[in-house]
C-alpha cells in the first residue's frame, strides 16, 4: 500500500544535540511538508518542497533544517539552535503543491527533551 | 484573531447522536479540507471541497463561500468517530494550508 513512513514514532534530544526526523512517501507525490503540532495549537508549517533538490521555509523554519535528495524522502533536522523543540512533528505529501489537492499525511514523530 | 476558527473546542455525544462541527474561516480560499485525527496522531483527510456539499459513509461536509462557513456532521455516531477532527482552508496570502485548532469528539457507548 502506497502511504507515508515517519520513523522514529518516539525521540528524545539531549541539551544541544541535533536530531533528525526521517519521512518516506511511495506515492510518487511532488511535494512534501514538514508541520510542528503543540497543544491547543493548529499545525504550523516548517518547511515543504515542490520538488527535488528545492525547499521554502514556512511560517516556523528557524532551528530546523531539511534537505531533499530524492523524491521519496524529505528528512527534518531539529538543531540545536531550536529552544523549544518538543513537540509532534507530522510529515505530508501531496501530488502537487497548494493546487487544490488532497495532502496525505504520516503518523507523526513525538519529540522530547531529556 | 485565528484565521481559521473551530467550534466547539469539545465535544461529547451519546451512540448515536448527529454531531456537528463548525468552521468559519477569514480568508479567501480556494479549498476546504476536513481532517481527522485519531488518538495515536497520525491524520487522514476526510474531505476537500470548494463548494456545495460532499458525502461519504455516514459523514457529510457543507461549504458556504459567501458565508465563510463549513460545517461537518457525523450521522449515527459510533465510538469509533472518537477523534480530533480539523478543519484547514487553502488560501490567504501565501495559499498554503491554514489549520484550525480541533475539535475533541468523544462518542460514548
Known amino acids: 500500500d502506497g502511504g507515508i513512513t515517519q520513523s522514529p514514532k518516539y525521540l528524545f534530544r539531549k541539551e544541544g544535540q541535533n536530531v533528525t526526523l526521517s519521512c518516506e512517501q511511495n506515492l510518487n507525490h511532488d511535494a512534501m511538508y514538514w508541520y510542528r503540532q503543540d497543544p491547543g495549537q493548529g499545525l504550523r508549517l516548517i518547511y515543504y518542497?515542490?520538488?527535488?533538490?528545492?525547499?521554502q521555509k514556512g511560517d516556523i523554519a528557524e532551528g530546523y533544517s531539511v534537505s531533499r535528495e530524492k523524491k521519496e524522502s524529505f528528512p527534518l533536522t531539529v538543531t540545536s539552535a531550536q529552544k523549544n523543540p518538543t513537540a509532534f512533528y507530522l510529515c505530508?505529501?501531496?501530488?502537487?503543491?497548494?493546487?487544490?489537492?488532497?495532502?496525505?499525511f504520516g503518523d507523526g514523530t513525538r519529540l522530547s527533551i531529556l | 484573531k485565528n484565521e481559521v476558527e473551530q467550534s466547539p473546542q469539545n465535544l461529547t455525544a451519546q451512540e448515536g447522536e448527529f454531531i456537528t462541527i463548525n468552521c468559519s474561516y477569514s480568508v479567501g480560499i480556494s479549498a476546504l479540507h476536513w481532517l481527522q485525527q485519531h488518538p495515536g496522531g497520525g491524520i487522514v483527510s476526510l474531505f476537500m471541497?470548494?463548494?456545495g456539499k460532499k458525502k461519504h459513509g455516514r459523514l457529510i461536509a457543507t461549504i458556504n463561500i459567501q458565508e465563510k462557513h463549513s460545517s461537518l456532521h457525523i450521522t449515527a455516531s459510533h465510538p469509533r468517530d472518537s477523534a480530533v477532527y480539523i478543519c484547514a482552508v487553502e488560501g490567504g496570502a501565501t495559499n498554503k494550508l491554514i489549520f484550525g485548532t480541533g475539535t475533541l469528539l468523544a462518542v460514548q457507548p
Open positions: 471541497l470548494s463548494s
Open positions: 505530508a505529501s501531496s501530488i502537487e503543491p497548494y493546487s487544490n489537492q488532497p495532502q496525505h
Open positions: 518542497s515542490q520538488i527535488v533538490n528545492d525547499f
